[in-house]
C-alpha cells in the first residue's frame, strides 16, 4: 500500500501562487501517470493535469499557460499554480496511476479570493 499526503494548498488572492506537493509514503515511480485532480464544490473531479514517467505533460485548458505539473527524483509529485483565479478554488487531489491500480491522496484545499 502506497499513501500519499498532499500539501501546499492555502488561501491566497487571485492573481498570486502557490505551489502544490504530493509526497507518497515510500519512492515509487507510477508506471502509468501521476496526476493532480481537483474538486470544487457542487462539481465533479475533474483532472487537472498530468505527467507520464517519460515525462511528457498534458493540462486541462483551464489551466494551461498557468499550471505547471512535475516530479522530482524521490517521485514527489508538484503542481505549481500561477495567476490564480477564484475559479481554481477547490481541494486538489494527487493520483499515481499504475498498471495495477491507482492510489489517491486525501487532498489539499485551495481557495483564492476574488
Known amino acids: 500500500q502506497v499513501q500519499l499526503v498532499e500539501s501546499g494548498g492555502g488561501l491566497v488572492q487571485a492573481g498570486e501562487s502557490l505551489r502544490l506537493s504530493c509526497v507518497p509514503s515510500?519512492?515509487?515511480?507510477?508506471?502509468?501517470?501521476m496526476c493532480w485532480y481537483r474538486q470544487a464544490p457542487g462539481k465533479e473531479r475533474e483532472l487537472v493535469a498530468s505527467i507520464t514517467p517519460g515525462g511528457y505533460t498534458e493540462y486541462a485548458d483551464s489551466v494551461k499557460g498557468r499550471f505547471s505539473i512535475s516530479r522530482d527524483t524521490k517521485n514527489t509529485l508538484w503542481l505549481q499554480m500561477n495567476s490564480l483565479k477564484p475559479e481554481d478554488t477547490a481541494v486538489y487531489y494527487c493520483n499515481y496511476r499504475f498498471s495495477y491500480g491507482n492510489y489517491w491522496g486525501q487532498g489539499t484545499q485551495v481557495t483564492v479570493s476574488s
Open positions: 515510500r519512492n515509487i515511480l507510477a508506471n502509468r501517470a
